[in-house]
């Protein structure tokens, strides 16, 4: 399987010639999505969602479908009926030669003022990859690749921390990292790759890793 980081939350995983793009959203390539045969997508918040990224991925390829929460399908299903499926926790499906299970219902707590959304975290290929969307979910599987949401408006770097700890995955690859700055990813290396008990790696939009 092949991993490659797009800009923030969204990466595009490969195997068997087939694709899959996870969150492709408006801090990404307005291309993210394009060549893809499935996009997952987390939940509805503009870094994650992006609807012309999305149609640009359905129109290029007329085969591609995607799979995601209730509050993103009513946005789409309509334009592409029987291509959009709406799915939330416990559910499992195969999309694009890909093994999926969903894990996860709320979005993270921004602030006790702001309602929480709904948001889905997808495992991939019995635990190879996971990314948990906006959200530090621990699904009850091991992880061996973990998508870290590594710095956000609703995060600090102890709970990052504990998160990897808890999930004990063989490795994790930063995402959500859109607004994070140069002088401070030197801090979060130190500090995760120390303290989290993982692997912690980073690549840049465009860089991929062999999984």
């Known amino acids: 399987m092949k991993l490659t ?14 694709s899959l793009v996870i ?20 939940h ?16 290029a390829n007329p085969a591609a479908e995607i799979w995601t929460l209730k509050s993103v399908a009513d946005q789409l299903s309509a334009a592409f009926p029987g291509r ?6 416990g559910d499992t499906f195969t999309a694009a030669g890909f093994d999926v299970q969903v894990h996860g219902e709320l979005h993270a707590v921004i602030h006790p003022d702001i309602p929480r959304i709904t948001n889905i975290g997808f495992l991939v290929d019995d635990g190879r990859v996971f990314h948990p969307g906006d959200a530090l979910t621990v699904p009850d599987h091991t992880v061996e690749t973990l998508l870290l949401p590594v710095m956000a408006p609703w995060s600090k770097i102890s709970e990052v921390i504990d998160y990897v700890r808890e999930l004990k995955p063989q490795r994790a690859y ?16 130190m500090q995760i790759g120390a303290l989290g008990g993982a692997e912690h790696l980073r690549l840049a939009p465009g860089e991929a890793a062999d999984l």
């Open 174 to 189: 930063d995402i959500h990292d859109a607004l994070l700055t140069d002088l401070a990813r030197p801090i979060y290396d």
């Open 84 to 89: 959009v499926h709406t799915v939330g926790h």
């Open 5 to 18: 980081k797009n800009a923030h939350a969204c990466i595009r995983l490969e195997k068997d010639g087939r």
């Open 44 to 59: 509805e918040h503009l870094d994650h969602f992006n609807e012309d990224r999305l149609r640009a991925g359905l129109e």
């Open 23 to 42: 969150d492709p959203g408006t801090f990404n390539e307005e291309d993210a999505a394009v060549g893809a045969d499935a996009i997952l997508v987390t």
